[in-house]
T-cell receptor
Framework: QKEVEQDPGPLSVPEGAIVSLNCTYS??????FMWYRQYSRKGPELLMY????GNKEDGRFTAQVDKSSKYISLFIRDSQPSDSATYLC???????????FGQGTELSVKP | GAVVSQHPSRVICKSGTSVKIECRSL??????MFWYRQFPKQSLMLMAT?????????EQGVEKDKFLINHASLTLSTLTVTSAHPEDSSFYIC????????????FGPGTRLTVL
């Protein structure tokens, strides 16, 4: 079993839809949770960073962490075609620790 | 802030040659840099962790004599793929961790290596 599970998709939604992306994990020691966006043939770009459980909002993006369920989510409101990319969740146990990535979910937002 | 560059962005080489990839943190000092490999439609696979001024720590299964890593300064790390073969063709991405935010990594744009 992988430490981090993420549905690879692809996920296709119409422009303006609310997108929900999720990851589950097995190691309860993870404390730091991140979401990265990766456009085709580019490096990942840090979108959201969350420590421990709770919500964090940044513009159209909301990250949620539920440590009791070992489940994290990224919500994208009013999705745009420019949001089309692969979204990777990542997490680690402590500051400076090795990042463990999910497989990535490929998202396509259709105009 | 927190910009990481990689050079070259794309390289094609013949089998048996060596290729060097540079990773630079442009606006911050990076005590630690990481090298990843990514196959199409797959996630990032950590190859090694590089600390400035010391030897790199390689992940299990990664040949350290094949993938030479040097981190000579706080802003530059290099990955040299020695005696490259077609199976080394991949997307190589570096990341850097700042001294201010040790719990996040900032990624470079990646280097696509094709070995003929």
């Amino acid at each position: 079993q992988k430490e981090v599970e993420q549905d690879p998709g692809p996920l296709s939604v119409p422009e303006g839809a609310i997108v929900s992306l999720n990851c589950t994990y097995s190691n309860s020691a993870f404390q730091y949770f991140m979401w990265y966006r990766q456009y085709s043939r580019k490096g990942p770009e840090l979108l959201m960073y969350t420590y421990s459980s709770g919500n964090k909002e940044d513009g159209r993006f909301t990250a949620q962490v539920d440590k009791s369920s070992k489940y994290i989510s990224l919500f994208i409101r009013d999705s745009q075609p420019s949001d089309s990319a692969t979204y990777l969740c990542a997490m680690n146990r402590n500051q400076g620790g090795k990042l463990i990535f999910g497989q990535g979910t490929e998202l396509s937002v259709k105009p | 802030g927190a910009v990481v560059s990689q050079h070259p962005s794309r390289v094609i080489c013949k089998s048996g040659t060596s290729v060097k990839i540079e990773c630079r943190s442009l606006d911050f000092q990076a005590t630690t840099m990481f090298w990843y490999r990514q196959f199409p439609k797959q996630s990032l696979m950590l190859m090694a962790t590089s600390n400035e001024g010391s030897k790199a720590t390689y992940e299990q299964g990664v040949e350290k004599d094949k993938f030479l890593i040097n981190h000579a300064s706080l802003t530059l790390s290099t990955l040299t793929v020695t005696s490259a073969h077609p199976e080394d063709s991949s997307f190589y991405i570096c990341s850097a961790r700042t001294t201010l935010h040790t719990d996040t990594q900032y990624f470079g744009p990646g280097t696509r290596l094709t070995v003929l």
